[in-house]
């Protein structure tokens, strides 16, 4: 698995690297709140990221016509101490083929399976998929 590194500039920002790839932070606030992506966003987009990858990635998915695939990550933060217990994750997925609707249960355990979701082994995970056949 790649290093990635995170360096935190001028009070800021985070530069985050790895594989050659780089990616910048705010961290800086304004009245309104933070203006980059706050750790639990990071978290969030890292569990979209992985989900969606792992289930298009997969069968019965990795040879079918998906026209679009979304998620909606809504972490329950508690404090003391402050940490995310769940997410409300919701999959939007659309595809050509009828006969993937029978193969509903299947994608929801994917999409429970992916390794952010398995790493994430303390929080609960609500998932609910919408399966649609577009044409």
């Not at 890292?46 to 040879?63: A, F, R």
């Not at 972490?75 to 999959?91: D, K, S």
């Not at 390794?115 to 577009?134: A, R, Y």
Request: negative net charge; charged residues 25%; proline residues 4%.
């Amino acid at each position: 698995m790649a290093v990635v590194t995170a360096e935190f500039q001028d009070r800021k920002q985070v530069v985050f690297e790895s594989r050659g790839v780089s990616f910048t932070n705010s961290r800086e606030r304004t009245d309104d709140g933070p203006t980059g992506f706050t750790s639990s966003e990071l978290m969030m987009i890292s569990l979209g990221n992985c989900s969606l990858g792992w289930l298009l990635d997969h069968e019965p998915l990795v040879n079918a016509e998906v026209v679009r695939a979304t998620a909606s990550l809504e972490p329950l933060v508690e404090p003391h101490p402050t940490r995310i217990v769940r997410v409300a994750a919701r999959y939007h997925v659309e595809v050509t083929d009828a006969a993937l609707l029978e193969q509903r249960d299947s994608m929801i355990e994917l999409l429970r399976s992916c390794p952010m979701g398995n790493t994430l082994s303390s929080v609960e995970i609500d998932v609910h998929l919408d399966l649609h056949v577009v044409s």
